[in-house]
Nanobody, 124 residues
Framework: QVTLTESGGGSVQAGGSLRLSCTASRRMFWNNGMGWFRQAPGKESEFVAAISWNGGTTTYGDSVKGRFTISRDNSKNALYLQMDSLKPEDTAVYSC?????????????????WGQGTQVTVSS
């Protein structure tokens, strides 16, 4: 049984920052790409960012590029998402996911395990 647990969500004003964390229940993701997705009420799931197994390759969704930074610390089984210059349209539930391969992409089908999500609310 593998569990991914997100933390760090909350409420912030526009222009502020939050840092999300995702921890895995056991050490099995060193060789897997990982990613973040988000879903706002009434909207489809949206790709946010992905990172390769060693952190050497990162990919971002167009709406967050230049504002969000994905990183990982394999020694801690942890994935992070630094979110800066937040906008009200960033309001959503953010979920982390573990990929099937060393490099994961933008499709949900690239991922095997999912966390429950953490709420991020940005007020104007």
């Amino acid at each position: 049984q593998v569990t991914l647990t997100e933390s760090g969500g909350g409420s912030v004003q526009a222009g502020g920052s939050l840092r999300l964390s995702c921890t895995a229940s056991r050490r099995m993701f060193w060789n897997n790409g990982m990613g973040w997705f988000r879903q706002a009420p009434g909207k489809e799931s949206e790709f946010v960012a992905a990172i390769s197994w060693n952190g050497g390759t990162t990919t971002y969704g167009d709406s967050v590029k230049g504002r969000f930074t994905i990183s990982r610390d394999n020694s801690k089984n942890a994935l992070y998402l630094q979110m800066d210059s937040l906008k009200p349209e960033d309001t959503a539930v953010y979920s982390c996911a573990a990929g099937r391969r060393a490099v994961s992409g933008r499709d949900r089908g690239d991922y095997t395990y999912w966390g429950q999500g953490t709420q991020v609310t940005v007020s104007s």
